[in-house]
């Protein structure tokens, strides 16, 4: 860290600081400027000194200089990981293209979906059993059935569930019929569920929140990686800006940035990156340009009567096309799909 | 709501979108227009018919004329809900405050802080036992031993306790000790926490989280209101926008524009708000005087040696002047403190 | 429009909202809902009429159908904008790269890096001579002689000369050196210059301004076609978020966006968009496969001894090489480059 | 600044950044810490030393110490800075008040205002001859018989007259009328502008742009008080954010901050920065509150009849009362008005 003090801080509240850094265990520094004193504090500790030192009198400010997650760093882990489930791979060479809808609605509606995504070439099978709904008003999925129903389509065609869990004590019940566990944008920084959830061992897919910086978003990860669990696939969903055109702001700059600083895989959903059913498979193809690891696309056979978000959900034809399309700009970078 | 076509949408579209407005219950109604044909649905239900709708093949836009939260709304209720905790009172002439440290961190620590918050006339305070830390590495909060210290505070002052409950199966525990549950930011669309916490019949303060449209906030407080729980209390914190002088952004705008909005008072917290202690007290005049109901000041005997959020916490002295500041400004908008 | 009343409206403010209809030489359509009373007001006027109505008493509030940009919509012109400019060609099938330093620093640097350019299949030279530069103490560009050596540039390579303009009577002298002329992203609403630019008859490359919606981003090409220009290509370079890994954001959805929206072509300029050269190439990919028509680059022949904006320059052979990759992405999405 | 290395940063990378630093007339001090090596440069330089050493190889970020501003900043000039202008004064005890309509309209309507807000107590008119429109079919304002009538109105009134200017061209012109120079936030970084308007040695109004940080936003003062027009007021007019139900985020703590950063007094104008009339008010005692220096407000004799902006419009009536009770806010912080 680097303590900054203020134009005409007082030596005594330079030594103030000098003092705090010591305490804290670390060695301290002194470089004395033309304008300014600025006090480095060297084997640094990832928490608790920045704050303890910018309280100081006399202190402008504490910038540090080590990222704050541990484990999620492709500083302390080099290789990428990679998760494979069932067919689906992600992190690796091939990208994984996680399909289906948001909501599990019935029986028929689910396995006819299943079997559409499968022979489109997708491998896992996506669709939401608990809801997290904006309005308490709205839809909020079929629940135990529907993680029943879910199962069912995976027995059926071999792709691997991803489904939602929205709090610490549907754990155990969500993890009993899915492959994967999908820790939504709400609740990126639901501690105790990406606690849980961690500790069930089953790869979790943790969706960026929508005004989440990646720090944040990183070490929200480092809270399921700190449990053991090292599954871990980052999505990002889109960000909340001023934007009124889409529903939410895909950053598609966060794919390459993350895999320059973590060696998690990342995926990309388009669907909820753009609230539209119309730009969708360009956005799908844009990330498969930026290096996205995986997709996760909402798709409906009747999008006009979905319960949930139908407005983003692709028709099952157009969800082909997409796929078709997206395989030739993997090719043309280098991936498979 | 109203449906608005395509500019060249056909007249088979058209009637297909009627079509569905029958189904779902809806009057229709259509208007030609120069350039478009615009189709309003009335009678209108709160959820479901506009994603319905949208998907519609030719169809632009649907545009809302209702807004979606009920309970919360000033047409549903027209009188000004007032909470009432021990001393407390927040929503009537007399504006609240809620005073604390960030963490609960010794017997010593909260004990002190209880008896300057009572002497500086505020009537609750607040402290975290279970704290949500954006790094795993972070001091996560003393838990129920810190729920004991906090009830034994009161014991002390007659001061309403405020605290966070970070998961449903925390609520009972927290509610054996608390007055009031806090739902922080974090968790503003955490649903079973909000059923959960709002069943336990106890005042809920709810932080709007840092992306939430008053909308959201307004459909999150929606979820405890059905519970049949009344005694709701929203809270401003700040926004994330671009705005690096801050850690958040704190837009006052909200309190005038809740308060003709809905029924629920509005509590302001200008110590998450701004993020630098420098600005809290300025920020809490301000507050006031936009009509706010409530205030939630961070403040910590030595915020140096704080274990979290030291950098936005005041001193006692400062606190004490605080609230001399702000009565005097709030005799000047007609209320007291 | 549609002007929805407050619930409990009196049916004087509802006669009121008809007369003000009437007045502004519209006609009034009264649909009476379970809730609201709504008026639509037929053969909509696109300015004026809005605010007019807006501020009536009783009015909840007024919804727009229509756009308010005529020129650049698709509505009006079906048929896509191609500009074409010496070797360059932006809009059809072709990509047009436009690639060069932030500023023109020296006779040398400015040729190099023209020739660079051209080998590297590129048709296009960018570099500033007036320089919009946020402080006041940077380089603030060459000015007249940063045109010239454009000029010569463009003689010894034939590349079309993309050069900004700041002010209104830099118009006539930019002009009289450059090919295309661009408007800054801080100069996206001067009105003044808009109009004058668009004057001059050159293309126009008028960059988004951080913080403008697609509608202000359309109505400020507006400006500039009502002055019968129609040579327009938007440039999208990134948006103000709370984002703080990247310079700016970079919404790739805008480019699919404003393909249905205008037929104006779409460039994207990856370099502000991102600020940092280490994102760039992987951006550019993604914009290429988003559909942008054309791509603004930034290179230096020695990032760190750039007057500007170094760390967001690509060196030559970075940019040879994101050349060949984006080459192999346009022939995935049937483009060629 | 502080260059830090890259981990595992070689030592020729270290010894070229020491090279460079130097090169740069900046004397270099190096830290080896247990995981990064952190380069400090001593002797700080504002400008483009920071970009130079950021495209480094094996540099990881660059992390400037010193503001980039210096003759706005309170490092510099101890003393606040108070402009008077007629009976207008900001920046001392007394809060200054700048009213009047977004436009100039009509003869009659800029006089009927002008004495409503003189009898009101401000003392100064604010009113728009040149107009920026985001839409080029919106009213662009009466020009220069837009001015003559301010003049009038002052003549008959005493009021200083504030009116924009947007184009270097029209300064002189405008500066032959007005007593006080705007220049509007779509303008706040057109820096030609700023230089002319600067030269003509009238006091500047300078609106925050919508999107500029606050380092920004002095720099673009720095423009102005280095063409050593040194009577500079800063305008918060509010910010674009995720937020809907206002036209922006007003974020008042900037005043407070404002104030330990610079000694240029700090303007608030609720009537933009909330964009909707039944907000001002009470954000106008709101911004009284945080410490602003003066307030701007619209208004309107017939807000309904405005040609611009009437939704954000007061009715006379409603100034009045916004008068008196922002009086007594301003008493109880011991300011006046």
Known sequence: MIVVMKPGASQQQVDHVIDRIEQLGLRSHVIVGTERTVVAALGEKRDGAKQALETGEGVEKVVPILAPFKMASTEVKKDRTEVNVLGLSVGGKKIGVMAGPCSVESRSQIIDVAHIVREAGATALRGGAFKPRTSPYSFQGLKETGLQLLAEARDQTGLAIVTE????????LVAQYADILQVGARNMQNYPLLEVAGESGLPILLKRGPSATMEEF????????????????????????????????????????????????????????????????????????????????????????????????????????????????????????
């Open 165 to 172: 869990v929205m709090a610490p004590e549907q754990v155990a």
């Open 218 to 337: 990183l070490l929200a990860a480092e809270y399921i990686l700190k449990t053991g669990n090292t599954q871990v696939m980052l999505c990002e969903r889109g960000i909340r800006t001023f934007e009124d055109h889409t529903r939410f702001t895909l950053p598609l700059a966060t794919v390459p940035y993350l895999h320059q600083t973590t060696h998690l895989p990342v995926v990309v959903d388009p669907s909820h990156g753009t609230g539209k059913a119309s730009l969708v498979a360009t956005m799908a193809r844009a990330a498969v340009a930026a290096g996205a690891d995986g997709l996760m696309v909402e798709i409906h056979p009747d999008p006009e009567k979905a319960l949930s978000d139908g407005f983003q959900a692709l028709t099952p034809p157009a969800f082909r096309q997409l796929m078709v399309d997206c395989r030739r700009v993997a090719v043309a970078v280098d991936r498979e799909m």
